[in-house]
């Protein structure tokens, strides 16, 4: 998991609350990632970030928002709309280039009440 | 429409024998091909990635894979298991953007391995 953080490790939201999830990292990699992971659905992304002040959509954003003002940190905002928010959320970095791996945070498990 | 198959959810091997955990793609052009693991409740980790060249791949912890263009396969391996690599293993996809960008990957949907002693 080195580089990358993500906080908190638990999280508990009551239905109709936005929460935010906070992903850091100190790789110096442009591009960052949200993923949804459930029970055998494997990953599934949420929102992605090739360059500072730019994100686009993943196969899942309804009811998700992003931010990315800075390098190093890539917030993700689970909003009231989002109808099934309970899941395990994983964070990811790389550099530039198709070629390179993924680096991955810890993640943050999402249980709304 | 790019796809990863991971046709087994769980595989069980004895401590000892070798594994292996399959994986087959679909996708429009050349693949990358990536196997990352993930242990309970952790992030997921890199253990080999297939780019170009010789298509038997070395990565960390003793695993292995073979990336087979005709089959469409990029099954992982390792020739003695241990019960530490019980865990949970992702096959990736992505084909490149030559324009530099990343490009998404495509996961699989998992295959729980489970080492007995």
């Known amino acids: 998991d080195g580089g990358i953080t993500q906080s908190p490790k638990y999280l508990f939201r009551k239905e109709g609350q936005n929460v935010t999830l906070s992903c850091e990292q100190n790789?110096?990699?442009?591009?960052m990632y949200w993923y949804r992971q459930d029970p055998g659905q494997g990953l599934r992304l949420i929102y992605y970030s090739q360059i500072v002040n730019d994100f686009q959509k993943g196969d899942i954003a309804e009811g998700y928002s992003v931010s990315r003002e800075k390098k190093e940190s890539f917030p993700l905002t689970v909003t009231s709309a989002q109808k099934n928010p309970t899941a395990f959320y994983l964070c990811?970095?790389?550099?530039?280039?198709?070629?390179?791996?993924?680096?991955f945070g810890p993640g943050t498990r999402l249980t709304v009440l | 429409a790019q796809s990863v198959a991971q046709p087994e959810d769980q595989v069980n091997v004895a401590e000892g024998n070798p594994l292996t955990v399959k994986c087959t793609y679909s996708v429009s052009g050349n693949p990358y091909l990536f196997w990352y693991v993930q242990y309970p409740n952790r992030g997921l980790q890199f253990l080999l990635k297939y780019i170009t060249g010789d298509n038997l791949v070395k990565g960390s912890y003793g695993f292995e894979a073979e990336f087979n263009k005709s089959q469409t396969s990029f099954h992982l391996k390792k020739p003695s298991a241990l019960v530490s690599d019980s865990a949970l293993y992702f096959c990736a996809v992505r084909v490149p953007d030559y324009g530099g960008s990343q490009g998404n990957l495509i996961f699989g949907k998992g295959t729980k391995l489970s080492v007995k002693p």
């Open positions: 990811a970095s790389a550099k530039p280039w198709s070629s390179n791996e993924q680096f």
């Open positions: 790789l110096n990699h442009d591009a």
